[in-house]
């Protein structure tokens, strides 16, 4: 639990900074960049984004979404193509 507060305090200390730098939208990069590498929740940028009346970029969002999903699957293939021996993974 302390964790997740730790997360919530840093991402909201982060999206504070990306409302004010914000010319009416919140870019769809940014919050991605919120989700994935502070763990802070979409909804929760989303409902913050709201009461400061600024929009979010969501077409943004599922793109860089979309690009990290793709990249995660190029590289899990990648690795297979490698012949990894999986053998020590095993035991």
């Known amino acids: ?41 979409v909804e929760l940028t989303r409902e913050i984004a709201k009461e400061n009346n600024i929009l979010v970029d969501e077409a943004g969002f599922e793109l860089a979404m979309e690009e990290a999903r793709e990249k995660s699957r190029q590289g899990t293939k990648d690795m297979f193509k490698k012949g ?5 993974y095993l035991e």
């Open 1 to 41: 639990m302390a964790q997740f507060a730790k997360t919530i305090a840093n991402g909201n200390k982060l999206l504070q900074t990306l409302i004010e730098k914000a010319n009416g939208q919140l870019a769809g990069k940014d919050v991605f960049m919120l989700y994935d590498t502070y763990g802070f929740p």
């Open 84 to 88: 990894t021996d999986w053998s020590k």
